[in-house]
């Protein structure tokens, strides 16, 4: 019977407190550019085309080009 008793306080306690955090990000301020510079670069990563100039990478959009983490 104490084994029974210890085995579930045990259990309780695991259900009770939880490893899991919700994390809620909002992204910043998105800056759109309408028209890539002449001097741009069309580069593939992992397949997926992007553009690069200014040192930062761009991903096309309808609204136009948002810089992006590669």
């Given amino acids: 019977?104490?084994?029974?008793?210890?085995?579930?306080s045990i259990l309780?306690?695991?259900?009770?407190s939880s490893?899991?955090?919700?994390?809620?990000?909002?992204?910043?301020?998105?800056?759109?550019v309408k028209k890539a510079p002449v001097h741009h670069k069309v580069v593939k990563v992992k397949g997926k085309r992007y553009y690069y100039w200014n040192g930062k990478h761009y991903k096309?959009?309808?609204?136009?080009?948002?810089?992006?983490?590669?």
């Avoid at 096309?60 to 590669?70: L, N, Q």
């Fill in 1 to 8: 019977m104490r084994i029974i008793i210890i085995v579930c």
């Fill in 19 to 32: 490893c899991a955090t919700r994390i809620e990000t909002r992204p910043t301020k998105v800056v759109y």
């Fill in 60 to 70: 096309k959009t309808r609204r136009g080009y948002v810089v992006i983490r590669v």
């Fill in 12 to 16: 309780l306690t695991f259900s009770i």
